[in-house]
């Protein structure tokens, strides 16, 4: 009697579909394209996760600190005091007709609030290093938060500017209504150089030393303790590709009624900003499957 042999299964005799089994359908994963491709849908779907970092952030900061809160204020407050002792007094620069410390707290303000969001969306793919490899969250969520929680020092350091005003006699325009917008523009440029130069940090770490100097400089080319009108009106043009040009000229023109060239350097301002912004939030996600590896 012959017996026969039992054939043994191979590895793709197991792993092949039974015959008349449903077969499941494919999917194909493309990459996503246009406007879908920033992500601005899923950042509505984090929300919670952002209003919780903006808080986190703003605990950090102050917490364990003597003073707390005063810190934000001291920082513009001696600023201005300096400033207006050396280029105030001793240099004599103009004040377009105001009196000077309340034409350079109104420009220290929205600078202030634009280099500290700038400094900390510039560091949040660093400081935030064990979200970033640990668990998935859309990255674009850190430099937004790290930008909002500046917000905060801006509102207490505003008191300072009302108590200003008020003992030197200064009534607010009715232009103040649009400082909503001019703080919006202030920290949309800050964010908008924010995203190319974390995602440039996370790969370059020798980024976060060209900051300081960055911020340092771009502060000179800013009209905080000198006038606008003392440049020609030929470098208009030129003057205004600096957006912040056209946050501190809105500033100055919103709470006290006058500003050099406010029209066109807050146009050139708003079309800056909007390029920027394009630009870097396509750089950082083409760049944000890299991070997780990088920091």
């Not at 001793?90 to 634009?114: C, D, M």
């Not at 912040?244 to 301002?269: E, I, Y």
Request: glycine share 6%; charged share 10%.
């Amino acid at each position: 009697m012959q017996v026969e042999k039992l054939k043994q299964p191979t590895i793709r005799d197991r792993f092949a579909p039974d015959e008349g089994a449903a077969v499941p359908p494919a999917v194909v994963l493309e990459p996503r394209r246009g406007w879908a491709s920033l992500g601005l849908r899923e950042l509505w779907t984090y929300r919670e996760l952002l209003y919780f970092l903006v808080w986190r952030d703003v605990k950090v900061r102050y917490k364990q600190t003597l003073i707390g809160a005063v810190w934000a204020v001291l920082q513009p407050v001696l600023t201005m005091i300096v400033f207006s002792l050396i280029f105030g007094r001793a240099a004599g620069l103009s004040s377009e007709g105001f009196p000077y410390p309340v034409f350079i707290y109104t420009a220290l303000l929205p600078w202030q609030l634009f280099a500290t969001a700038l400094n900390q969306s510039s560091m949040s793919l660093v400081t935030n290093q064990q979200l970033v490899t640990k668990v998935y969250c859309p990255r674009l969520i850190l430099p937004i938060a790290s930008t909002l929680a500046a917000l905060v020092d801006f509102g207490i350091s505003f008191f300072v500017l009302i108590g200003l005003m008020a003992y030197y006699g200064i009534v607010p325009t009715i232009w103040v209504v649009t400082l909503p917008l001019l703080v919006a523009l202030a920290v949309a440029t800050a964010l908008a150089v924010g995203l190319w130069l974390a995602a440039l940090n996370a790969r370059y770490r020798d980024i976060q030393y060209t900051i300081p100097f960055l911020t340092q400089f771009w502060f000179f080319v800013t009209p905080i303790v000198y006038s606008a009108g003392l440049l020609p009106h030929s470098l208009t043009f030129v003057y205004g590709l600096n957006p912040m040009v056209g946050v501190v000229q809105g500033f100055r023109w919103a709470l006290l009624g006058h500003a050099t060239h406010v029209g066109p350097l807050m146009a050139l301002a708003v079309a800056m900003v909007v390029l920027l912004l394009v630009g870097g939030l396509a750089y950082f996600r083409r760049t944000e499957r890299l991070f997780a590896d990088l920091v």
